[in-house]
T-cell receptor, first 111, second 112 residues
Framework: SQELEQSPQSLIVQEGKNLTINCTSS?????LYWYKQKYGEGLIFLMM?????EEKSHEKITAKLDEKKQQSSLHITASQPSHAGIYLC???????????FGEGTQLTVNP | GAGVSQSPSNKVTEKGKDVELRCDPI?????LYWYRQSLGQGLEFLIY????????KSGLPSDRFSAERTGGSVSTLTIQRTQQEDSAVYLC??????????FGSGTRLTVV
């Protein structure tokens, strides 16, 4: 089965700093999703990447999928306290039937 | 509705009792998923429904867990004889096809 490893597990940054979260797969990714979760809330869809080398941005968040489609990175520029939460990457298995998720990265942004 | 709706949002139950968790997917979405998120852990796949096909139940942790989807829409996840290790947030997601998952806010289950 596909396994996703996220790093770091937790991250504490000062407001205004840039940061990167990585998601590495043991197999080729057929669709990579980034979600954000705040405590007590559901998952919020951020972005989905499919093609090797693809890059997408939304506000101050940019996600990339490498050419080999086995690693994705999520980059936040000029972080704000509103960016705090758990960031999860999810990927489709070869069957295309369900997402497998990483363990998540807990982000804290100190004002 | 506009999004995936789950109810109840919170449920506290006594050990040994049965519970039912409900998921209303987005209208027209043929795929429906249940995931579980235990404290400090990632998301764990439970079950997947796609149209009229037989559900993929490979993630259900024990035979105390079951789920059904009536009329291709609403789904109910049932946990019988609840145990403390069942305490978690249960998340439902729906999708119109292979892509575009939308998650509900989840049901926080606490077994005491």
């Amino acid at each position: 089965s596909q396994e996703l490893e996220q790093s770091p597990q937790s991250l504490i940054v000062q407001e205004g700093k840039n940061l990167t979260i990585n998601c590495t797969s043991s197999k080729t990714l057929y669709g990579l999703y980034w979600y954000k979760q705040k405590y007590g809330e559901g998952l919020i869809f951020l972005m989905m990447l499919q093609k090797g080398g693809e890059e997408k941005s939304h506000e101050k968040i940019t996600a990339k999928l490498d050419e080999k489609k086995q690693q994705s990175s999520l980059h936040i520029t000029a972080s704000q306290p509103s960016h705090a939460g758990i960031y999860l990457c999810g990927a489709e298995g070869t069957s295309g039937s369900r997402l497998t998720f990483g363990e998540g990265t807990q982000l804290t942004v100190n004002p | 509705g506009a999004g995936v709706s789950q109810s109840p949002s919170n449920k506290v139950t006594e050990k040994g009792k049965d519970v039912e968790l409900r998921c209303d997917p987005i209208s027209g979405h043929t795929a429906l998923y249940w995931y579980r998120q235990s404290l400090g852990q990632g998301l764990e796949f439970l079950i997947y429904f796609q149209g009229n096909s037989a559900p993929d139940k490979s993630g259900l942790p024990s035979d105390r867990f079951s789920a059904e989807r009536t009329g291709g829409s609403v789904s109910t996840l049932t946990i019988q004889r609840t145990q403390q290790e069942d305490s978690a947030v249960y998340l439902c997601a729906s999708s119109p096809d292979r892509y575009g998952y939308t998650f509900g806010s989840g049901t926080r289950l606490t077994v005491v």
